[in-house]
T-cell receptor
Framework: SQQGEEDPQALSIQEGENATMNCSYK?????LQWYRQNSGRGLVHLIL?????REKHSGRLRVTLDTSKKSSSLLITASRAADTASYFC????????????FGDGTTLTVKP | DTEVTQTPKHLVMGMTNKKSLKCEQH?????MYWYKQKAKKPPELMFV???????INESVPSRFSPECPNSSLLNLHLHALQPEDSALYLC?????????????FGPGTRLTVL
């Protein structure tokens, strides 16, 4: 089964609003990464947060990690139509060196 | 050059055909990956090459055969595929296979098996 589960599965917002996506995982991790995928294209790495970090920022992105709850969230502020994409969390931990396991993803639609 | 390239972009093949997917990176990365992605699903890891040696095979059927001729190239040889193998095949690379390395993805090859 997949390591990560994301919610919501789909999110539709207006341009300028904030979007929050959540990821939960089952086993201990060393780090968690977020990726974006535009329809039918390759994935683009957004941000990596290590297990000893609680929050990380990159531009309009803010990621939090709560290892006690085995969950992470991705916040996109002041969304734009170009943010429309699927967003995946990926965990990489335990003995699976080099193996990233992706969550089910959240499909974000930002309406202009 | 921070790009992973994949060819072809689209491939249609019959169940008796033999074809190959190609992936190339010139970032000096020593880990390369093949993923399979079905529509509206996350990528599923198939193979990992670490320093040009196969390090992870996620119990992939033998009709998929990976090859890493050198540190920049990764191939996926396809033979006797089934219609359910139709998917987007993604190649990725990272600096090393160790934990915490960002993966750079190619645009993928859209494979249709008739």
């Amino acid at each position: 089964s997949q390591q990560g589960e994301e919610d919501p599965q789909a999110l539709s917002i207006q341009e300028g609003e904030n979007a929050t996506m959540n990821c939960s995982y089952k086993t201990s991790i060393n780090n968690l990464q977020w990726y974006r995928q535009n329809s039918g294209r390759g994935l683009v790495h957004l941000i990596l947060i290590r297990s000893n970090e609680r929050e990380k920022h990159s531009g309009r992105l803010r990621v939090t990690l709560d290892t006690s709850k085995k969950s992470s969230s991705l916040l996109i502020t002041a969304s734009r139509a170009a943010d429309t994409a699927s967003y995946f969390c990926a965990t990489d931990g335990g003995t699976n060196a080099g193996k990233s396991t992706f969550g089910d993803g959240t499909t974000l639609t930002v309406k202009p | 050059d921070t790009e992973v390239t994949q060819t072809p972009k689209h491939l249609v093949m019959g169940m008796t055909n033999k074809k190959s997917l190609k992936c190339e990176q010139h970032m000096g990365h020593r880990a390369m990956y093949w993923y399979k992605q079905k529509a509206k699903k996350p990528p599923e890891l198939m193979f990992v090459y670490s320093y040009e040696k196969l390090s992870i095979n996620e119990s992939v059927p033998s009709r998929f055969s990976p090859e890493c001729p050198n540190s920049s190239l990764l191939n996926l040889h396809l033979h006797a595929l089934q219609p359910e193998d139709s998917a987007l095949y993604l190649c990725a690379s990272s600096h090393s296979p160790h934990r915490g390395n960002e993966q750079f993805f190619g645009p993928g090859t859209r494979l249709t098996v008739l």
